[in-house]
């Protein structure tokens, strides 16, 4: 599409309960912004789109797509990029199995994802597929860093409003266990690069005979980029597992792994199926050739092998025992007997392990019951952060939400920073051996003795980033003028690059004295003092930790990472406005099929409305957009204040009530202003006809919950149906459109 189609906002099409909420709430923002000349919507990033985009040769005209990522990949480096953008599915492999399956139902001609391709075909099919798994979508939109905070009136409804929190008990058996030894932490390497150096990169594995084999060739590196390598220990790695599942057990609590195999979409995979290994060992040493046979690969999880194994009783049985034998697991969903091994992307570790801190470190076992339990975080790079705060609360208790302050982040994430942009440099190696990392004028710049089945990986972060990241926190801090920390520890050969940089343009920017830089576990424990006294702190932190806290400090002050204010300053001058966190939206689509009820709330897609208005009036020079902006604003105020935020159970409002009382204050509140005499002409009678008709509105929505509804798919609803489930008052219906 040429720039001259392109809306002023693009709103993504994602996946499950948020796309699903885009359904009612769409219609009332397009609705809204035509009166201020702004066009509003959508380009197609769902799981789903991004595979029918993949294979346009196997489709008819009628079902083919425009690859939408790609082209919003391009627009996110223009000055005039507005995007929205809502939480999506970061596909594991049983993921997008399911999503292909379903797809292949509606009849799309699609091929099977090919674990063990063969042909030049089949690879080439894997390697489509592949470039959708994991984090597909935010590598390529996130062409700025990030700047996330709780806007101001959810934190005022927060603290007026606070949420339960589980009681810490100072005998509490909770603990983090991590490798500490022979992981990515301790073996990693890092440098910046100079000019000399700059240009095609190339990973080669020596094996001890000599023999030369090209891992990765053409890695674009410019000069001032920081590179990294590292590598974690297979056997290391199998020995801290099997300790840690022996120690659960010793220790009566249970056992859980917290990892990101979404967005670390081939390590942790890997090290998620030495987990699955390690639990059931005594049956892969008894049936390994007839796992093999079957097809089972560990990395999928505990839930597709016992559906590969379902027709082996002595299997099942030899599983069954071997689990009894085991600690207890962390379960997802205890009901239903869905493991925290069942699927690798279930637990993800920046929304499961604040979950727990929440409860009071407490995990849900398979007796249905809460109990105590062993945290197991391979990788020891970022797993201090959550041992310090669990011994933290240990200590003095949990956070009261009704007092504690707030904690902001300013994110290095642009151009695929640090581990999150590793991909397609991890591997997993396929025997014994070096790996080297020789720069473009065949210096070498990193070098690793490897051993068969290591996970070895290399990462970066460029200069501009890395600059733009700091000022960022500059003008933060001069904004916020409260404590700001640098999460980076001079002892960790990736930070200590990076602070090469930071120092420097602190003395040079006259404000060394208003930032701190301390260790991750340092910084954990003088920001929970912080926010404890009701003061605030600014965490200027890494990408992983961007994810990490920005779900941690959330879920502890508000209840919920989705009500964030998430503003990602695109470095060549647009805006990226995200909408909070999505892990909740896999229930939230189970409870509305059963029951017509969907309790996903749409606060953070108000706050980015807002946002992205008002920096479209700045953009543009749209003083209606600014007025709409603010306006919005103080239609999420409204919402908060008056409780109409979705309720849990069926028959009481939920998500589509929300959007209802949204689009009310919307238009009462641009009725009220008297800046443009215009606007407030166009939407008092809205707002007339959306009072005067509340009773009947609201009973239409209750009326339509309590029964089944029918989609037409989960990964690729019908639109048609999904639109009747989703707007079902007519009398709204009618006054909006």
Known sequence: MSDSQMPDIIYTKVDEAPELASASFLPIIQRFARAAGVSVDT?????????????????TEAQRQDDDLAAL??????????????????????????????????????????????????????????????????????EGNSDRRA????????????????KWESDSKTRVATMGRNDFRSNEVSTTLSDAQAGKAKIVHVAPDGTETVLKEGVDLPAGTVV????????????????????????????????????????????????????????????????????????????????????????????????????????????????????????????????LIRAGGKGWGPDDAKHDTNCVIPDSSYAGVYDETIKYFKETGALDPATAGAVQNIGLMAQKAEEYGSHPTTFEIPKDGTVKMYAANGDLLHEHKVEAGDIWRAASARRAPIEDWVKLAIERQKAEGCEAIFWLDEDRAHDAELIKFVKPILEREGVTDRFKIMSPEKATRQTLETIRKGENSIAITGNVLRDYLTDLFPILELGTSAKMLSIVKLMNGGG?????????????????????????????????????????????????????????????????????????????????????????????????????????????????????????????????????????????????KTAAVMRPSPTLNAIID
């Open 43 to 59: 380009r197609d990033i769902s799981l789903a789109g991004r595979i029918i985009a993949a294979f346009p040769e196997r489709l």
């Open 73 to 142: 990949g391009q627009l996110v480096k223009k000055p005039d990029a507005n995007v929205i953008k809502l939480p999506n599915i970061s596909a594991s492999a049983p993921q997008l199995d399911a999503a292909i399956k379903e797809l292949q139902g509606q009849g799309y001609d699609l091929p099977d994802y090919p674990y063990k391709p063969a042909t030049d075909e089949e690879r080439d099919i894997q390697k489509r597929y592949d470039a959708i798994k994991g984090s597909a979508v935010n590598p390529v939109l996130r």
């Open 151 to 166: 806007a101001d009136a959810v934190k005022k409804f927060a603290q007026a409003n606070p949420h339960s929190m589980g």
């Open 228 to 355: 990294d390598a590292t590598f974690m220990s297979a056997k290391a790695l199998d020995a801290f597992l099997e300790r840690e599942i022996e120690a659960s057990k010793n220790e009566g609590v249970l056992f859980s792994l917290h990892m990101k195999a979404t967005m670390m979409k081939v390590s942790d995979p890997i090290i998620f199926g030495h987990a699955v290994r390690a639990y059931l060992k005594p049956v892969f040493e008894e049936h390994g050739e007839k796992l093999a046979e079957l097809g089972v690969n560990p990395n999928s999880g505990l839930g597709t092998l016992l559906n590969k194994v379902k027709d082996e009783p002595q299997i099942i049985a030899d599983i069954d025992a071997c689990m009894a034998e085991r600690p207890p697991m962390y379960m997802v969903d205890s009901s239903k007997g869905i493991t925290n091994l069942h699927v690798p992307s279930d637990v993800i570790i920046d929304a499961s392990m604040p979950a």
């Open 576 to 720: 990226l406005f995200e909408t909070g966190a999505g892990g909740t939206a896999p229930k939230h689509v189970q409870d509305l099929v059963a029951t017509n009820h969907l309790r996903w709330d749409s606060l953070g897609e108000f706050c980015a409305l807002a946002e992205s208005l008002k920096f479209m009036a700045d953009q543009k020079n749209n003083e209606k957009a600014r007025l709409l902006g603010l306006a919005a604003e103080k239609a999420t105020q409204g919402v908060l204040d008056n409780d109409r935020s979705p309720q849990r159970k069926p028959g009481q409002p939920d998500n589509r009530h929300s959007h209802y009382w949204f689009g009310r204050y919307w238009a009462e509140a641009l009725a009220a202003q008297t800046e443009d005499a215009d606007l407030a002409a166009e939407f008092a009678p809205l707002a007339k006809s959306l009072a005067e008709n509340e009773e009947k509105i609201v009973s239409e929505m209750i009326e339509a919950q309590g029964t089944k509804v029918d989609l037409g798919g989960y990964f690729h609803p019908d639109p048609e």
